[in-house]
């Protein structure tokens, strides 16, 4: 079978059945991330992102190649999620950037697209770190330029190209030692991989049903889909929040066992009548914030802090590109600043900034929550933007964060043995105790924090934990460290029963 051209139909039917081969592996990849902590991490990040520009292309009828390019760029840009997802989107923007030129796509045209893809990912992320997805990205790209001359028959040069993802992703664990230690091979370069051989099967005409995978096991034919329609009714004393609605709404996305077609949550009484809100009438203020986070209490510390707008999220549940993008836009502010709080949305809020074009948006690199609260506690309202991005920037760095939540795997990391359900320690550089009781894990992980100019821990206790608990640690650290001041607040957090800082 020779195929020498590429049409813009075929590149719609390649896409989408790349992305329906990573949605039916997204579990699996999610078993190659590292930290056994209990999220949708990896797999679930560049799914939902690749799903969004799937949307995107589906809805297309008749469309010419440069049409096709769009729905694909623009849809995973706005849609990425996580760092993963954010490489993946910009690997397709720097592809589709080429193809967008051209009525049909050859070998050549295919070499140049994936040194541009490349290229732009590279550029996306400002400490490239090689055994991940990039690596697995460039390996693909050299052997497309090394095909470049050597055959005109996409087939074969697909093949190629696709045995060399593979032989590239297979040394992801000698690249980089907490791969080789966990016994896995890089997550992103996995999905990256299975988005190239899903979209090579779309190529020759292959139907695939893809079904959801475990790992371990291959691609089978799927049965006919069942639906199954679960209803049920939450009764409160009072309307639930927006940040509480979107966290209902995120958690039932996480717990599904298959995909959820569609998700309705709202007040019975109310629901029928909102109406859109009226864009502001006030004049806009030089600045304003905005935060992710989940759990009530530490929602209500962003929002006394001056925070003006929430984004449930974090660990479990990575905002998107475009859920940046739309939470700035309510903010009524001239130069808005967000506070990520999670190393892994980081990339997706540089990528909003720098897709806004009504507003300035300065990304705070806050990794952690306690991070975030300092950034806000050192926001100064007199101040320049450029003064408070450089001071807040700044002061997060002076903030040693902890955090404690249970292993959902067994497996081995900095050389420590790790059995599921065991509690983890987990701090800035890496993982700090391990332990089958929450509270010896916990003082394990309080002892390598805290040093002689340590003056302050203050503990979030969330999921896991309650207030006489996170009380009663409390109180064995001040008397452990008589010179500490200790601060013990809700937090309400989902997936870590604590959340520390140390200043």
């Known amino acids: 079978m020779e195929i020498q051209t590429i049409d813009a139909s075929l590149l719609a039917k390649m896409f989408l059945s790349g992305a329906r081969n990573l949605e039916a592996k997204k579990e699996w990849i999610n078993e190659l991330n ?74 050549d045209i295919l070499a140049e697209a994936f040194e541009k893809a490349v290229q732009t990912a590279y550029k996306a992320v400002m400490q490239p770190k090689e055994g991940t997805i990039l690596t697995v990205a460039r390996g693909a790209a050299d052997k497309a330029a090394e095909m470049k001359g050597k055959t005109d028959d996409i087939v074969e040069f697909a093949e190629a190209v696709i045995a060399e993802a593979e032989a590239v992703l297979a040394k992801t664990p000698d690249m980089l030692p907490v791969l080789k230690q966990a016994g896995v091979v890089d997550s992103g370069g996995q999905g990256l991989v299975c988005v190239l051989q899903g979209a090579y099967d779309a190529l020759i005409g292959k139907e695939v049903d893809y079904e959801p995978v475990a790992a371990g096991e291959g691609v089978v034919k799927a049965p006919e889909k069942v639906k199954t329609t679960i209803e049920f009714v939450i009764e409160t004393d009072k309307p639930l929040a927006t940040y509480q609605i979107k966290e209902i709404q995120s958690k039932i996305q996480s717990l599904s066992v298959g995909a959820v077609s569609e998700i309705k949550i709202g007040d019975e009484a109310t629901e029928a009548k909102e109406e859109p809100k009226a864009a502001p009438s006030e004049p806009a203020k030089e600045m304003g914030f905005v935060s992710i986070a989940t759990g009530e209490g530490l929602t209500s510390i962003f929002t006394e802090l001056g925070c003006d707008y929430m984004i449930p999220g974090g660990q479990t549940m990575n905002p998107s590109t475009d859920d940046i993008l739309s939470a700035v836009e309510k903010v009524n502010a001239k130069t808005v600043f967000v506070l990520p709080n999670n190393k892994n949305i980081i990339l997706a809020a540089n990528q909003a900034a720098a897709i806004c074009e009504d507003k300035k948006i300065v990304v705070i690199p806050t990794k952690t929550i306690p991070q975030g609260i300092t950034a806000l506690i050192s926001f100064d309202a007199d101040a320049s933007v450029e003064d408070n991005e450089s001071n807040m ?69 969330g999921e896991g934990s309650d207030q006489e608990k996170a009380e009663a640690l409390g109180k064995e650290i001040e008397e452990k460290y008589p010179d500490l001041e200790v601060e013990i607040s809700e937090g309400g957090q989902a997936v870590y029963a604590y959340i520390v800082s140390v200043e």
């Not at 930290?35 to 560049?46: H, L, S, Y």
């Not at 623009?74 to 720097?94: D, E, H, K, P, T």
């Not at 002076?398 to 059995?419: F, S």
């Not at 983890?424 to 089958?436: K, R």
Request: charged share 25%; net charge negative; proline share 1%.
């Open 393 to 461: 920037t700044e002061e997060i760095k002076n903030v040693k964060t902890g955090q404690v939540t249970y292993a959902v795997r067994d497996t081995m990391i900095d050389d420590k043995e790790i059995t599921k359900d065991d509690w983890m320690g987990m701090g800035d550089s890496g993982l700090l105790s391990v332990n089958a009781d929450i509270s010896v894990a916990f003082k394990e992980m309080i002892d390598e924090m805290v040093s002689e100019d340590s003056a302050v821990v203050s503990i979030y206790w």
């Open 34 to 107: 590292v930290f056994p902590v209990p999220d949708g991490d990896t797999g679930t990040n560049m799914t939902m992102t690749i799903m969004s520009a799937a949307n995107a292309v589906s809805e297309l009828k008749d469309a010419d190649m440069k049409t096709v390019s769009k729905a694909i760029s623009s849809g995973s840009l706005r849609g990425a999620r996580g760092n993963s997802g954010v490489i993946l989107s910009q690997l397709f923007r720097g592809l589709t950037k080429v193809m967008a030129n051209y009525d049909e796509v050859t070998v």
